[in-house]
């Protein structure tokens, strides 16, 4: 049997393939939250009850026409905001990354486990298949039902530089 066909390497695909997921949530976190705190801000500044609301600037005639177009991209925000459901995404996302930072942690043991033993034994394939139905339903519960393609080949990318395959230890069979 060749290097590329050791059952090793499902432990190692699984292991690139949960610091994947990990890497694809916390962008698309980041993402989200950036996009939650853009819309509160906006709200916030249009507010009328603002600080920002009182500013001499708003008096001017440019001021007023500034005002009256963040008035108007603060209503929209506020009626299609909802329908958006961003703190529902935020604890989606939030709770993938958990499961998935979870399973990376245990497939980096199992890894370790290989290199220290020096050999793919039972014991360490049954803790692998515990891994695995483990974390089954983090999976079902993706919240990008259709990923990001840019950003998920760029989180691949990263991976495959971070992890690449001469870096794992395969056992001789």
């Given at each position: 049997m060749n290097r590329e066909q050791h059952p090793v390497?499902?432990?190692?695909?699984?292991?690139?393939?949960?610091?994947?997921?990990?890497?694809?949530?916390c962008e698309r976190l980041r993402q989200v939250e950036l996009l939650n705190r853009a819309c509160?801000?906006?709200l916030l500044i249009?507010?009328?009850?603002?600080?920002?609301?009182?500013?001499?600037?708003?008096?001017?005639?440019i001021g007023k026409a500034v005002w009256q177009s963040l008035g108007i991209v603060s209503a929209i925000i506020?009626?299609?905001r909802p329908?958006?459901?961003?703190?529902k995404k935020i604890k989606d996302y939030e709770a993938a990354i958990s499961g998935y930072?979870?399973?990376?942690?245990?497939?980096?043991?199992?890894?370790?486990?290989?290199e220290q033993r020096g050999t793919y034994d039972d014991k360490l394939k049954a803790e692998f298949m515990k891994a695995v139905e483990r974390h089954r339903n983090v999976e079902l519960a993706s919240p990008d039902?259709?990923?990001n393609r840019?950003?998920?080949?760029?989180c691949t990318n990263a991976v495959l530089a971070e992890m690449p395959a001469n870096s794992f230890f395969v056992p001789e069979t």
């Amino acid at each position: 049997m060749n290097r590329e066909q050791h059952p090793v390497w499902a432990v190692y695909d699984r292991l690139r393939t949960a610091r994947l997921n990990v890497k694809y949530y916390c962008e698309r976190l980041r993402q989200v939250e950036l996009l939650n705190r853009a819309c509160e801000i906006i709200l916030l500044i249009a507010a009328p009850t603002s600080a920002i609301a009182g500013l001499w600037f708003w008096k001017t005639d440019i001021g007023k026409a500034v005002w009256q177009s963040l008035g108007i991209v603060s209503a929209i925000i506020a009626t299609v905001r909802p329908a958006f459901q961003l703190t529902k995404k935020i604890k989606d996302y939030e709770a993938a990354i958990s499961g998935y930072q979870t399973l990376e942690y245990d497939l980096e043991i199992i890894r370790q486990k290989i290199e220290q033993r020096g050999t793919y034994d039972d014991k360490l394939k049954a803790e692998f298949m515990k891994a695995v139905e483990r974390h089954r339903n983090v999976e079902l519960a993706s919240p990008d039902k259709v990923p990001n393609r840019k950003l998920l080949q760029n989180c691949t990318n990263a991976v495959l530089a971070e992890m690449p395959a001469n870096s794992f230890f395969v056992p001789e069979t």
